[in-house]
């Protein structure tokens, strides 16, 4: 069984930054593709910031250049460092990962942490 767990979301002002990270755990897995997606309130889950076991990244348009996702392959570990924050970046952040258990790839979801930015 592989488990995600988050951490790092909170209360923040317009304009200061936030990280968030998101670790698996369990055995007999690897982790291949790892993302950040966000649910602002009222609205349907999207996709912030992808990053491929290799490296390569990509970013929806709204966050690129303020955002930076991150991995870190020996912990199984992804992060997303969120700078000049905005209001409407308000939203539940979950982070979601490709995993191989052992062989067969699956999806698997953190339990998502509330980003909340006031103006």
């Known amino acids: 069984q592989v488990q995600l767990v988050e951490s790092g979301g909170g209360l923040v002002q317009a304009g200061g930054s936030l990280r968030l990270s998101c670790a698996a755990s369990?055995?007999?897995?690897?982790?291949?593709?790892m993302g950040w997606y966000r649910q602002p309130p009222g609205k349907q889950r999207e996709l912030v910031a992808a990053i491929s076991r290799g490296g390569s990244t990509n970013y929806a348009d709204s966050v690129k250049g303020r955002f930076t996702i991150s991995r870190d392959n020996a912990k199984n570990t992804v992060y997303l460092q969120m700078n000049s924050l905005k209001p409407e970046d308000t939203a539940v952040y979950y982070c979601?990962?490709?995993?191989?258990?052992?062989?067969?790839?699956?999806?698997?979801w953190g339990q998502g942490t509330q980003v909340t930015v006031s103006s």
């Open positions: 369990g055995s007999r897995f690897s982790v291949n593709a």
């Open positions: 979601k990962m490709r995993i191989a258990v052992p062989i067969v790839e699956y999806d698997y």
